[in-house]
């Protein structure tokens, strides 16, 4: 008697189609908590990167009894040395104490710090200290990226670094020097005795995002340029109605803008390697400055600190702690932090 052929082993559709669902809804359980973890891990690594700044910092003022300043000038002449567009920053200053002498030493403070040989080659230099890795960071032919920002305070911040020179360009308006509140100034050099709030209530540096180099779109965090302030906008502690004012001016000038943000760590500019604590973090407003024909950041202005985080921004403050703090920051002790002097406690924050 022939036996009957036995049924092949294997999955019915009906059981494969079971296995996969069970996958598949494995897969969306454990997925978010793969990138959770992922991006708990890049916070980790961009708050190191500032508590290095922040080494770095205490260190350059044990050498040099104060701290750097926004925008730094050599002998170099031209339009840079009067307007200081060109003039290097507080993070090129801080190369040596960073593990970068070489680099440093290799860099020609007597010429512009973005053009001529050997600047123009070594500001393409990535340097690891400078970049949160949860930024997208720079679609780039050039410019390396830099994701943190020294704190002008909540003050306009441009003014020339050169005594007697206006800031540049159309309209060229200069701030007070007595209202360069911040720890890092254009000109005013800050040192320890100057922060009299307390090193543990004042911003020294924050997160900036780095801009997509697109100009077909504007996106949060490029720079709107080309539009004055209210009449009677002051120079330091803007209320959150003159800044909403200010920023519905930005809005209608969106079409000229720039997105070459925080590319630049060799530049001195505002929103290049520089902030004001005027808006909070990760503010809905635009950045924005009044010049009409400034190709980078050379006049009074906005600057926000941003992040890529979700929630809020990482700050050092000038005692080297790091802090996470929320977009929703009470606007007055955000201002308040960015002050070296006002002598207005900030309380818990």
């Given at each position: 008697m022939r036996a009957s052929p036995s049924r092949s082993a294997g999955f019915t559709v009906v059981e494969l189609l079971s296995v996969v669902t069970v996958i598949a809804a494995l897969v969306s359980l454990f997925l978010p908590a793969i990138q959770q973890a992922r991006e708990s891990a890049r916070q980790i690594q961009c708050r190191?990167?500032?508590?290095?700044?922040?080494?770095?910092?205490?260190?350059?003022?044990?050498?040099?009894?104060?701290?750097?300043?926004?925008?730094?000038?050599?002998?170099?002449?031209?339009?840079?040395?009067?307007?200081?567009?060109?003039?290097?920053?507080?993070?090129?200053?801080?190369?040596?104490?960073?593990?970068?002498?070489?680099?440093?030493?290799?860099?020609?403070?007597?010429?512009?710090?973005?053009?001529?040989?050997?600047?123009?080659?070594?500001?393409?230099?990535?340097?690891?200290?400078?970049?949160?890795?949860?930024?997208?960071?720079?679609?780039?032919?050039?410019?390396?990226?830099?994701?943190y920002v020294v704190s002008g305070g909540p003050s306009l911040l441009m003014i020339s670094p050169v005594p007697g020179i206006e800031a540049g360009g159309t309209p060229g308006t200069a701030i007070q020097e007595r209202n360069q509140i911040g720890m890092f100034?254009?000109?005013?050099?800050?040192?320890?005795?100057?922060?009299?709030?307390?090193?543990?209530?004042t911003i020294a540096m924050a997160e900036a995002i780095i801009g997509d180099n697109d100009l077909s779109q504007y996106r949060l965090g490029d720079l709107v340029r080309g539009t004055s302030f209210p009449t009677g906008f002051p120079e330091t502690f803007a209320s959150a109605d003159q800044l909403e004012s200010f920023a519905n001016r930005c809005q209608e000038n969106v079409s000229s803008h720039y997105s070459s943000c925080h590319k630049e760590w060799i530049n001195g500019m505002p929103g290049q390697t520089a902030f004001n604590t005027l808006n909070p973090p990760n503010s809905s407003r635009p950045d924005c400055h009044e010049c009409t024909t400034c190709g980078w950041y050379d006049s009074r202005g906005v600057w926000t600190s941003r992040s890529r985080h979700s929630g809020g921004v990482n700050v050092l403050l000038a005692d080297g702690a790091v802090r996470f703090l929320g977009n929703s920051i009470d606007l007055i002790t955000w201002q308040r932090l960015g002050s070296i002097s006002d002598g207005w406690p900030t309380g818990p924050f």
């Open positions: 190191n990167n500032l508590k290095q700044l922040g080494l770095a910092l205490h260190n350059y003022h044990d050498q040099h009894n104060i701290f750097p300043r926004i925008c730094f000038e050599g002998s170099g002449g031209g339009s840079g040395e009067k307007t200081g567009w060109q003039g290097f920053s507080a993070h090129t200053m801080l190369l040596p104490q960073l593990d970068h002498a070489t680099l440093y030493q290799s860099i020609d403070l007597d010429r512009y710090a973005l053009t001529g040989s050997p600047n123009d080659t070594l500001k393409n230099q990535t340097l690891s200290t400078f970049r949160c890795p949860s930024d997208h960071g720079w679609v780039r032919t050039e410019g390396a990226g830099n994701n100034n254009m000109r005013r050099s800050i040192s320890w005795r100057h922060l009299t709030d307390g090193t543990s209530h």
